[in-house]
Every structure is written in C-alpha cells, then in structure tokens.
C-alpha cells in the first residue's frame, strides 16, 4: 500500500543545531506539503513543493527550508533551531489539489 | 490572521446523540472546504469535503453544510460514536492563492457512553 512516512518520530535537540525531519510519500504524488501543528493555531503551513525543483514559502517559513530533487522526498531542515521551533511537524502529499494525505508526525522539543 | 475559524476548542456529547462541529471563513476565495479528524499520535485523516458550487454533502454518518452567504460551514455526525472521539479540523482550500488549504485551529470531540 502507499503510504508517506516522516523520520524521526521524537527528536530533542538544543537551540541553535540545524535540523532535518525526512518525509518520504510512495503515492507518486506531485505535491507535497509541510505543516506545524500548535496549540491554539491548528495546522500551519511551512513550505510546500508541486513538483521536483519547485519548493515556495508558506505562512511560517521562517527559519524552515525544502528541498525537491526527486518526488518522493521533502526534508524540511531547521538551520538554527530557536526553542519557538518546538511543535509537532507534519507532512503530507495529495495528488490533485484538494485532499491531502498526512503522515503521523515528528515531535520536535528544542531546549 | 486566521482565514478559518474554529471557535469552540471543545465539544462532548453522548453516544447516539448527534454532534455539531461549527467553522467560520473569512476569504471569499475559498472554494473547496474540507474536514479532517485526528487521532492522537497520529496524523490527520480526510473525512469529507465539499464544493462551494453545493450547500450539503453526505457520507453515511457525516454531512457537512456550506452556507456561502454567511461564510459558515458545519460537520453533523450522527448518530455519534465513541470513535469519533478526537480532534476535528475544518480546512478551506483558496485556488487564486496556489490552492493551498488554511486549517482551523480545531475541535476536541468527546463521545460519552
């Protein structure tokens, strides 16, 4: 079955050290997408790519970047992890422009 | 500034009874909404969605209801199920903005036996 699989599920870093959480979709999905979820805000996008090549800023971007060289793969790397950074990531594809599949989550503590 | 709200954090209500999750858009450009229900320690999961062409749309169990006018859409689950129990996201899809969806803050559902 096809699935999207996010690496590490738990991860306690200290501020300052850069950090890549992987996603990996076997869908053959085109877009994939990557969100924080926090207390009170919901999900909130961080950056998202339609395509190998293609990454664009979402709402929260700062301090977050992708990058595309294949379809499978979206790693979001922290390059100076800031203890506001401590949230649950999540990642997720869809094939259209509508629903979109999520995988389970990386719980980020930054301390 | 939040496009889609969700303004009750929590909702608990009896097995059988039935369950009103309520949210609010602001974005005239939203055309496509979506529900999502998640569990803990898990990821989201699509539940339903509808076009903003249609003003109902029903799946066993669920239906959800788009009231254009008002900018209001809400998730009617019935009869409710102790499964459905956990947190729903209401989400808005805007096609003039890269189709990106803007999620709500969500809604805690309790099912009591």
């Known amino acids: 079955d096809a699935e999207i699989t996010q690496s590490p599920r738990h991860k306690i870093t200290e501020t300052g050290r850069q950090v890549t959480l992987a996603c990996h979709q076997t869908?053959?999905?085109?877009?994939m997408f990557w969100y924080r979820q926090d207390l009170g805000h919901g999900l909130r996008l961080i950056h998202y790519s339609y395509g190998v090549q293609d990454t664009n800023k979402g709402e929260v971007s700062d301090g977050y970047s992708v990058s595309r060289s294949n379809t499978e793969d979206l790693p979001l790397t922290l390059e100076s992890a800031a203890s506001s950074q401590t949230s649950v990531y999540f990642c997720?594809?869809?094939?259209?422009?509508?629903?979109?599949?999520f995988g389970e989550g990386s719980r980020l503590t930054v301390l | 500034d939040q496009q889609v709200k969700q303004n009750s954090p929590s909702l608990s209500v009896q097995e059988g009874r039935i369950s009103i999750l309520n949210c609010d858009y602001t974005n005239s450009m939203f055309d496509y909404f979506l529900w999502y229900k998640k569990y803990p320690a898990e990821g989201p999961t699509f539940l339903i969605s509808?076009?903003?062409?249609?003003d109902k749309n029903e799946d066993g169990r669920f239906t959800v209801f788009l009231n254009k006018s008002a900018k209001h859409l809400s998730l009617h689950i019935v009869p409710s199920q102790p499964g459905d129990s956990a947190v729903y996201f209401c989400?808005?899809?805007?096609?003039?903005?890269?189709?990106?969806?803007?999620f709500g803050a969500g809604t805690t559902v309790t099912v009591r036996a």
């Open positions: 869908w053959n999905h085109n877009n």
């Open positions: 997720a594809s869809s094939g259209g422009r509508g629903e979109l599949f």
């Open positions: 509808i076009s903003s062409i249609k």
């Open positions: 989400a808005a899809r805007d096609s003039s903005n890269d189709y990106k969806l803007s």
